[in-house]
């Protein structure tokens, strides 16, 4: 009987020694060229960074802020989108996210969004500007915008989640069991489990372009990538906190509220995304029923977020 236990936890290894050594042979074969450039934000730091489209001219420029386990790749097909539409855009990695080196922990809310003012004023970009959230990215919109409200030319909210919501009881179990399964992905990705999935439908679950996708494939079994996103979420109440301190959106800012997935069923979850667009004096939402929280930022479903960025920046009717 132990001759056979042994012998089967010895198969169990090796089975599992030859799945970590091929995805690491694939990970190794599979290491993208990073688009966009890396911009220093002083103290030796650097964040990199993506701008697309053309010249701003009279347009502002649109800021697109990753949401959790997100970086600048989630935002590939958005960016194309919007350069087609005459829109210049930016996203970047976070610290420690993609191919940002670490930044100083902790990493949350504050720590992030005092990268962001450095990185906006590193860029060389001009203000004001059209922020654009996915979302837990919500939180750190809220907190960008009470900081440097004279930045703020109008906001759009991926279904985004929004810090006043963030702060009820009702949406705290979700944040528990999301941190949870967060630390669970930074051990499977720390151990190389991840990497023979990445070429699978979960290395890219939004529907990117090529480059942005080999990105995403990529950090999707990275274990830096994986860990320090797992971090940021378990400070989500933290950053929470510093969101709701800072002041509420401007109710003459125009904000644009974009969510994913059917209305009936979810009518509080969706009346609470919808909150910050029905504040403001010009708030535009559109349900997109058809698409999930990740396919949204992707090839299908892109031109509703330029749709929102277009009624954002005045050039859209809003729905």
Aim: aromatic fraction near 8%; include cysteine.
């Amino acid at each position: 009987m132990l001759k056979f236990v042994g012998r089967a936890l010895a198969g169990f290894a090796l089975l599992l020694l030859s799945f970590i050594a091929a995805g690491g042979l694939m990970s190794a074969a599979s290491h993208p060229v990073p688009r966009g450039r890396m911009v220093d934000i002083g103290e030796g730091r650097q964040l990199r960074l993506v701008c697309e489209g053309p010249s701003q001219g009279e347009r502002p420029l649109v800021w697109l802020e990753a949401g959790a386990f997100g970086f600048a790749a989630d935002w590939g097909a958005t960016q194309d989108a919007l350069s087609a539409a005459g829109w210049r855009s930016c996203a970047y990695d976070r610290a420690g996210m993609g191919f940002s080196p670490p930044g100083p922990a902790p990493r949350d809310g504050l720590a992030i969004v005092s990268d962001f003012e450095k990185l906006v004023a590193a860029s060389g970009e001009k203000g004001p500007f059209i922020l654009v959230g996915h979302s837990m990215a919500g939180l750190r919109l809220r907190e960008y915008a009470g900081r440097n409200p004279r930045q703020v030319a109008g906001l759009v909210l991926v279904d985004a989640a929004t810090a006043d919501a963030s702060e009820t009881e009702a949406f705290k179990p979700f944040i528990k069991a999301f941190t949870a399964a967060s630390r669970w992905a930074a051990r499977g990705a720390s151990l190389g489990l991840f990497k023979p999935l990445a070429h699978t439908g979960l290395g890219d679950k939004i529907g990117l372009p090529p480059a942005a996708q080999a990105e995403k494939r990529w950090a999707f079994a990275n274990g830096r990538h994986n860990r320090t996103a797992a971090a940021e979420v378990a400070l989500w109440p933290q950053s929470a906190q510093q969101a709701v301190a800072e002041p509420a959106y401007d109710p003459a800012w125009p904000v644009a509220v974009v969510t994913a997935g059917p209305v009936k069923g979810r009518e509080r979850r969706k009346a609470m995304q919808s909150a910050p667009a029905e504040r403001s004096k010009r708030g535009y939402v559109d349900h997109v029923e058809a698409a999930s929280h990740t396919r949204l930022l992707g090839e299908s479903f892109a031109g509703h977020i330029v749709k929102a960025v277009e009624f954002v920046g005045g050039t859209g009717k809003g729905g």
